[in-house]
């Protein structure tokens, strides 16, 4: 079995002026149009900030409006906390613990992340009991230290235990660099972060805990009798702004991750090694702002909409068309100038039989030199085993296709 990629057919034909689909015969590897193997991103038309790192993510389907140095392992700064969060969401979505458990702050979290510490803080008062929904509101609102790492210690037994846990769970939704050595971003050499990755954690907790979320909106929570307010500096400031973190150590500089939705679009955007909040306030609202105002929605498919075939080996029929899960759709610049390339990609041919609905491929749609969308695809319908003289006939045609790759190769 080898990869391919296809020509997604006549149906893209019908969209604006610079979108088009390039056929191409060639395994997976070379996928990839010279152009999107570029790692610098297309100057034209960039946003007027200067951080260093910096994505600019449609929270809907993922795709990318703007990127700068995202995939470079960086410390995160209180940014992480993001992921000791989802966490927290995550034993409570699978009712591993409820959000009215209570858990004791020990000297430790107290001493470490409390008032002690002269850090961020809740200010949970030594050997108090609070519980997880409150916990959650000082790590979210307050950025308290001292909440994750009760958080930590009550979830894992420590917190190097619930690092490992962090970076395991990491890994489950995606994130293949990333990793954490503790709970709340304070310095350590095992918490390093990509850009790119703490857009794609923002967007999963916005998508998957829409029951949670609101708290990154909140203004304000007072625990102690101490009122705290959020340190989200786009609150207030950026129509439709609600979420999500910002963070800050010598190290990392100033960070901050943020969305917002205007007109039913909701933007995600990471900003990061900035040189004061100031600079980051302003440089992750004007990347919103521009992105806004540049950019609109545009179908590619339907919902249930067939966007190409794959080959079938051994098959009653030699394709199988494929959808995708939902509505596709990317955003392009309202001036129309950007090209896009978009290919259906997948390992085949595949063996029958094959079911409905069965994962098969990802279409990936360039626009310009970057990758701004790849969406699962899967089989519109069930195709069968073939009969014997089916099944031969495709056993020769893959032969012979083989033989003119290697031939090919060698030349």
Known sequence: MIGRTVQIGALLTALAVGLCAVAIAAPAKKEAPAAAQKKDVVKKDEPPITAPHAILIDAENGAILFERDPDKLIFPASLAKLMTAEYVFHELKEGRIKLTDEYVVSENAWRKGGAPSHGSTMYAALHSRISVDDLLHGVIIHSGNDACIVLAEAIAGNESEFAAKLTQRAREIGLTKSTFGNSNGLPDPGTLVTTRELGLLARHIIREYPEFYPIYGQREF??????????????????????????????????????????????????????????????????????????????????????????????????????????????????????????????????????????????????????????????????????LSQRAFDAVSELMIGLFRAGAERL
């Open 222 to 387: 007072t625990w102690n009798k101490i009122r705290q307010q959020n340190r989200n500096p786009l609150l207030g400031t950026l129509d439709g702004a609600d979420g999500m973190k910002t963070g800050f150590t010598k190290e990392a500089g100033y960070g901050l991750v943020g969305s917002a939705v205007q007109n039913g679009l909701r933007l995600v955007v990471v900003v990061n090694g900035l040189q004061s909040a100031k600079e980051r306030a302003d440089e992750g609202k004007k990347l919103l702002e521009w992105g806004f105002r540049t950019f609109e929605q545009r179908i590619l498919f339907a919902e249930g909409q067939n966007i190409g075939a794959a080959k079938v080996f051994g098959g009653a029929d030699s394709k199988v068309p494929l959808v995708a899960a939902g509505q596709v759709r990317v955003m392009m610049p309202k001036n129309g100038s950007d090209r896009l390339v978009a290919r259906i990609v997948y390992n085949g041919p595949v063996p029958a039989p094959v079911e409905q609905g069965q994962r098969i491929g990802v279409l990936k749609v360039w626009r310009n030199d970057t990758v701004i969308l790849e969406m699962p695809l899967k089989a519109a319908e069930s195709i069968g085993k073939g009969n």
